[in-house]
């Protein structure tokens, strides 16, 4: 049968590695040819880990050009990259649909297609290894660093002492234990994340009947869930719920049924209120005076945050606005106006979303995004400098996070009153396969500014959404699967923050006491002229280290919101999920509480791969020709917008 070159596979040279080669579909090469512009690139980059490497086994690779993502099979030593498509989809799809087919482009076809697909996965290098190589970033494996690691065990020590002597109150035990049940059974933490994400929404719902409904259905789903668990012999965290606990849900469920609807709706929004508490200090600044006064009475500090993001009205931007303005002039009610903790950081702080200062953010209309938030931004920054209060822009969802740091840029650098302004920062989330290169743009903000710039650097905070985001449209997930990679990356941007200590000065936000310990280590012993560190836990939810780090004498500050529970629901589930994770809060308080020594990332991540543990890529793992859905074009990456633009310019151009 006639194919017309459907099939045909080709080879040339990489134009800018020529020893190495490119084997693929001419349709293929002819897209390689338009959206490779300069050599720095995935494939390049690809190329030089292996020139670096000549010592591994042929292996394979998910990668993106341009806005199209290949499988990719690397063959070291033939100097051979073959691409293909993601999952093999379209491959396999042709296959299965010409089994009979014996024309020889046909035959090449299939032949390319096993060549990748028979690629052993255990060959490929992790992510965390190819950026480490990529931006040259230590793994901590190095002999220089072994003085650091024994330093940071000896401070370890002192620090566990310190948080073995916190005596947690009743409530925080009590909801401990709840958080715990969340913990180790599935059931339980999606039954009652879903309860909670309805109730803000049924405020309307006076006399309860809604509250009372979905509640009692929320219990019975629970039940039935857990006997379908115990029918399917289910084991680990999605097993079915303890008998005894089984009964209490049934009893519960009974009661609940004779209690009037308008009772039972108010006693669980006391009981949710009451467990927002421990996380969310109070509707306003004044209620949150209490939290405050108990952090700066145990030598501690606090950065307020007014809940809020995602706003859907200018009244409701304006709205958050003023509020943060209202905070930022009431903390000097409380804290000495101007006054530093001992890392030479305000004790007057606040954290932002500038998210939450327009109501029709558009990553990829920038002057339109910008025109919406600059006025507001500028408003509470001026007023951060006018009475010497520290601003600080928090983390956001990934699609906003590029525009967040050039809007933020943009304003200071064009505002005359902020021009000396040094009491601003910014986070930085180490989840983020690019965090690194998102470094370096702070970087380059502070060169510009002549200022160090002091950036809170954390984990992540949104890392189930946006891997389930990733996994639903079917593109590269830009965090790190695996939590050990994130851990190892978070090190690497600790030392990379010291190392830049001309430019920026480091925050440590973390419930990980040999992250603290690491950072401090890592500063006395290498790079002891950088600016002191901050550290930083989020309010209420490890108390005890909080505690701890302060008893060090290290500046501690906790991340305390404000806000009514409707805008802080959101905030109250990521706490919960943070709090109930396997590899969370508790399970580190539990671990620190026995004594156990946690091993470093580096030797975690080892651990895992020895066991063939490591969670891979699915563009990697699921070769398919089933349907899967096409990823779409994310205008709020720049190199996506770019593209986009490029070729609408293109065809504009054809019709003048």
């Given at each position: 049968?006639?194919?017309?070159?459907?099939?045909?596979?080709?080879?040339k040279?990489?134009?800018?590695?020529?020893?190495?080669?490119?084997i693929?579909y001419?349709?293929?090469?002819?897209?390689?040819?338009?959206?490779?512009?300069?050599d720095?690139?995935?494939?390049?980059?690809?190329?030089?880990?292996?020139?670096?490497?000549?010592?591994r086994?042929?292996?394979?690779?998910?990668?993106?050009?341009?806005?199209?993502?290949?499988?990719?099979?690397?063959?070291?030593?033939?100097?051979?990259?073959?691409?293909?498509?993601k999952?093999?989809?379209?491959?396999?799809?042709?296959?299965?649909?010409?089994?009979?087919?014996?024309?020889?482009?046909?035959l090449?076809m299939?032949?390319?297609?096993?060549?990748?697909?028979?690629?052993?996965?255990?060959?490929?290098?992790?992510v965390?290894?190819?950026?480490?190589?990529?931006?040259k970033?230590?793994?901590?494996?190095?002999?220089q660093f072994?003085?650091?690691?024994?330093?940071?065990?000896?401070?370890?020590t002192?620090?566990?002492?310190?948080?073995?002597e916190?005596k947690?109150?009743?409530?925080e035990?009590?909801?401990?234990?709840?958080?715990?049940l969340t913990?180790?059974?599935?059931?339980?933490?999606?039954?009652?994340?879903?309860?909670?994400?309805?109730?803000p929404n049924l405020?309307?719902?006076?006399?309860?009947?809604?509250v009372?409904?979905?509640?009692?259905?929320?219990?019975?789903?629970?039940i039935?869930?857990?006997?379908?668990?115990?029918?399917?012999?289910?084991?680990?965290?999605?097993?079915?719920?303890?008998?005894?606990?089984?009964?209490?849900?049934?009893?519960?469920?009974?009661?609940?049924?004779?209690?009037?609807?308008?009772?039972?709706?108010?006693?669980?929004?006391?009981?949710?209120?009451?467990?927002?508490?421990?996380?969310i200090?109070?509707?306003?600044?004044?209620?949150?005076?209490?939290?405050?006064?108990?952090?700066?009475?145990?030598?501690?500090?606090?950065?307020?945050?007014?809940?809020?993001?995602?706003?859907?009205?200018?009244?409701?931007?304006?709205?958050?606005?003023?509020?943060?303005?209202?905070?930022?002039?009431?903390?000097?009610?409380?804290?000495?106006?101007?006054?530093?903790?001992?890392?030479?950081?305000?004790?007057?702080?606040?954290?932002?979303?500038?998210?939450?200062?327009?109501?029709?953010?558009?990553?990829?209309?920038?002057?339109?995004?910008?025109?919406?938030?600059?006025?507001?931004?500028?408003?509470?920054?001026?007023?951060?400098?006018?009475?010497?209060?520290?601003?600080?822009?928090?983390?956001?969802?990934?699609?906003?996070?590029?525009?967040?740091?050039?809007?933020?840029?943009?304003?200071?650098?064009?505002?005359?009153?902020?021009?000396?302004?040094?009491?601003?920062g910014?986070?930085?989330?180490?989840?983020l396969?690019?965090?690194?290169?998102?470094?370096?743009?702070?970087?380059?903000?502070?060169?510009?500014?002549?200022?160090?710039?002091?950036?809170?650097?954390?984990?992540?905070?949104?890392?189930?959404?946006?891997?389930?985001?990733?996994?639903?449209?079917?593109?590269?997930?830009?965090?790190f699967?695996?939590?050990e990679?994130?851990?190892?990356?978070?090190?690497?941007?600790?030392?990379?923050?010291?190392?830049?200590?001309?430019?920026?000065?480091?925050?440590?936000?973390?419930h990980?006491?040999?992250?603290?310990?690491?950072?401090?280590?890592?500063?006395?012993?290498?790079?002891?002229?950088?600016?002191?560190?901050?550290?930083?836990?989020?309010?209420?939810?490890?108390?005890?280290?909080?505690?701890?780090?302060?008893?060090?004498r290290?500046?501690?500050?906790?991340?305390?919101?404000?806000?009514?529970?409707?805008?802080?629901m959101?905030?109250?589930?990521?706490?919960?999920?943070?709090?109930?994770?396997?590899?969370?809060?508790?399970?580190?308080?539990?671990?620190?509480?026995?004594?156990?020594?946690?091993?470093t990332?580096?030797?975690?991540?080892?651990?895992m791969?020895?066991?063939?543990?490591?969670?891979?890529?699915?563009?990697?793992t699921?070769?398919?020709?089933?349907?899967?859905?096409?990823?779409?074009i994310?205008?709020?990456?720049k190199?996506?917008?770019?593209?986009?633009?490029?070729?609408?310019?293109?065809?504009?151009?054809?019709?003048?």
């Open positions: 049968m006639k194919n017309n070159g459907l099939y045909e596979i080709k080879t040279a990489y134009k800018y590695e020529p020893e190495w080669s490119i693929t001419e349709a293929y090469h002819d897209y390689l040819e338009q959206n490779i512009a300069d720095k690139n995935e494939i390049s980059d690809l190329i030089d880990y292996c020139n670096q490497h000549p010592e086994k042929n292996f394979k690779w998910s990668l993106e050009v341009g806005t199209v993502q290949f499988m990719a099979g690397i063959f070291l030593d033939q100097k051979e990259i073959r691409l293909a498509s999952h093999l989809s379209y491959e396999l799809a042709l296959i299965h649909s010409q089994e009979q087919c014996r024309d020889q482009n046909f090449a299939k032949d390319h297609t096993l060549a990748l697909a028979e690629l052993p996965l255990e060959n490929t290098p992790t965390i290894e190819f950026i480490s190589h990529k931006h970033l230590p793994l901590f494996n190095e002999s072994e003085e650091v690691h024994r330093y940071a065990d000896e401070l370890g002192d620090l566990i002492k310190h948080i073995g916190y947690q109150s009743f409530f035990k009590i909801s401990d234990f709840g958080l715990d913990a180790n059974f599935m059931l339980v933490r999606i039954h009652l994340l879903k309860f909670l994400a309805i109730l405020n309307h719902d006076k006399e309860g009947v809604e009372k409904r979905i509640f009692e259905e929320s219990l019975r789903r629970l039935e869930d857990s006997t379908k668990a115990k029918l399917k012999g289910l084991k680990g965290q999605k097993r079915e719920l303890p008998f005894l606990y089984h009964i209490i849900i049934k009893w519960t469920l009974a009661i609940s049924e004779h209690i009037p609807a308008k009772y039972l709706a108010r006693f669980i929004r006391f009981s949710v209120s009451v467990m927002a508490k421990r996380f200090a109070g509707e306003t600044i004044d209620t949150a005076k209490r939290s405050l006064g108990d952090l700066l009475s145990s030598q501690r500090d606090a950065t307020i945050d007014q809940l809020g993001e995602l706003v859907v009205s200018n009244i409701e931007a304006d709205d958050y606005t003023n509020k943060v303005i209202e905070i930022i002039e009431g903390l000097n009610q409380n804290i000495t106006k101007g006054e530093k903790n001992s890392s030479g950081i305000n004790k007057a702080h606040v954290s932002i979303k500038v998210s939450a200062l327009c109501h029709d953010f558009k990553p990829q209309a920038f002057d339109y995004t910008y025109e919406n938030i600059a006025p507001r931004l500028k408003r509470i920054l001026i007023s951060g400098k006018e009475n010497d209060v520290f601003v600080n822009i928090d983390a956001e969802h990934y699609h906003y996070r590029d525009v967040v740091l050039e809007v933020y840029a943009k304003v200071l650098l064009e505002t005359a009153e902020l021009a000396d302004y040094d009491q601003t910014i986070v930085v989330q180490a989840y396969r690019d965090a690194y290169e998102h470094l370096l743009d702070v970087v380059a903000l502070a060169k510009k500014r002549k200022l160090i710039m002091p950036i809170r650097l954390v984990k992540g905070a949104y890392w189930d959404a946006e891997t389930i985001e990733a996994e639903a449209h079917n593109f590269l997930a830009p965090q699967i695996n939590k990679e994130t851990d190892i990356h978070f090190r690497q941007l600790i030392f990379k923050t010291l190392e830049l200590g001309d430019y920026l000065q480091l925050a440590v936000a973390s990980n006491i040999h992250d603290h310990c690491f950072a401090r280590s890592l500063h006395s012993r290498a790079f002891p002229n950088a600016p002191l560190i901050e550290h930083q836990c989020l309010h209420m939810t490890y108390e005890g280290l909080s505690v701890g780090l302060s008893k060090m290290w500046a501690t500050r906790n991340y305390i919101p404000v806000g009514n529970l409707l805008v802080g959101a905030y109250l589930v990521r706490r919960i999920m943070e709090n109930s994770s396997q590899v969370g809060v508790l399970t580190i308080m539990r671990s620190h509480k026995k004594g156990l020594r946690l091993k990332p580096t030797q975690a991540f080892k651990d791969k020895d066991k063939k543990e490591v969670v891979w890529d699915k563009a990697l699921q070769m398919s020709r089933e349907f899967k859905n096409i990823y779409p994310r205008t709020y990456l190199h996506h917008f770019n593209r986009v633009d490029k070729v609408i310019t293109q065809d504009l151009e054809k019709y003048r």
